[in-house]
């Protein structure tokens, strides 16, 4: 199967993922939360959610999108790689790990080391999930998944490997999912003399995430049993 059909095929769960997400994500939660920054200033934002959602909190999902894809090369290369060891791919897949990214900094020594394996870990599963999927014959995804498993295997597949949460329900305390808010930025006029926001949006993110995976996760369940059936 080509690469650009393998990553089609995942991109298009993941888009679905972050349009859920956006969808059940909680902005009024995030912004009572918020550490700094004035209470007039989150009055302001909460009376105007929809801009702030637009202009924020979207972008920031599909900032994390393109991290995920970006890490998805790496992965993908190790798949379509039949001779390579995963130890050669492990440095870059780190470097683009959303939540090696997000690890935060007062995560230290062993703990973080054992955090750092797990990530790569289940990168590395990943990629030994896919490699019979990238070496298919069929250039469409679903008939590929047909070929290259059996129904119980493609079913845990995507049970394992489409749920993103799974680090940060293990590590919840590790991570820090954090955005500065502009009210000038989201707002314009007076707002701008308003001080920034620093917001810690972790678990909003884990609630809205997990949301987001009840409802896609069954439906791409649903769509690879079809491709059994057909």
Known sequence: MTRDAVESGFERYLSDLVDETYEAFDVAAVLRGSRSGSSRAVSKLLKNSRPLERHVVRPKLRE???TILRQFDPVLDYAADTDA?????????????????????????????AIKERLLARQHAF??????????????FFEAVAAAYDREAALSMVEEHFVFTTPLREEREAFAFELAIDPGDVL???????????????????????????????????DIEQAYES
């Open 64 to 66: 994390y999108q393109r």
């Open 127 to 140: 990629g030994d999930a896919l490699a019979p999927l990238v070496a298919a014959d069929s250039d469409d």
């Open 188 to 222: 314009g006029g007076l707002a701008r003399a308003l001080p920034n926001l620093e917001v810690d949006f972790t678990d909003e993110a884990l609630r809205s995430m997990r949301r987001a995976e009840q409802r896609v996760i069954p439906q791409a369940k649903t």
């Open 85 to 113: 060891d995963f130890s050669a791919y492990a440095d870059e897949v780190l470097a683009r790990d959303l939540y090696w990214d997000t690890l935060r900094r007062d995560v230290r020594g062993e703990r973080r080391e």
